[in-house]
């Protein structure tokens, strides 16, 4: 269970991890030990899973971009294991639907894309993709903030 003050470090990280515990927490008007001890739980509980840079894997020439459904025939579990270690893939989800998975992957090159794509349908129980390029990132995933503004159950 986290609390309230719990919600608004959770919240403060993902706007921005940048920063010493000292300017964290003086934001959050708490005393940076309490900030750390309360961040440290937070880690071992999983909430918090690590920190990283946000990215604009477009300026860094990831131009070709696409979001591949997967339809399987077989072990689902083996099929997305081999996906994710394929370079390329930035993230694979096991969703419901007309499609067994999804694949979210980002290339440098078209020959890149071809060949991620392309290899995909090598993997035994692949057995068949619907990829759809993407155009323009329209709202970049990793900034989602959560919002604990409503009464929803805590996490």
């Not at 964290?24 to 708490?30: D, N, V, Y």
């Not at 894997?57 to 997305?80: N, P, R, S, T």
């Not at 998975?101 to 392309?118: D, M, Y």
Request: hydrophobic content about 40%; aromatic content about 8%.
């Amino acid at each position: 269970m986290i609390d309230e003050l719990d919600k608004k470090i959770v919240q403060e990280i993902c706007r921005s991890s940048q920063g010493s515990y000292r300017q964290i927490a003086k934001r959050l008007g708490i005393h940076p030990t309490t900030l750390i001890q309360r961040v440290k739980h937070l880690e071992e509980q999983g909430v918090i899973k690590g920190y990283r840079a946000n990215v604009d894997y477009m300026k860094l020439g990831y131009e070709f971009m696409a979001i591949v459904h997967i339809y399987v025939e077989g072990d689902l579990m083996e099929v997305e294991k081999k996906i994710m270690e394929l370079t390329n893939v930035v993230a694979v989800f096991d969703v419901t639907g007309e499609c067994d998975s999804i694949a979210w992957v980002a290339c440098r090159s078209r020959e890149e894309f071809s060949s991620v794509v392309k290899g995909m349908l090598t993997i035994p129980g692949v057995k068949k993709t619907n990829t759809y390029v993407i155009l323009s990132l329209v709202k970049d995933p990793f900034k989602f903030l959560p919002d604990f503004s409503d009464s929803s159950p805590e996490a």
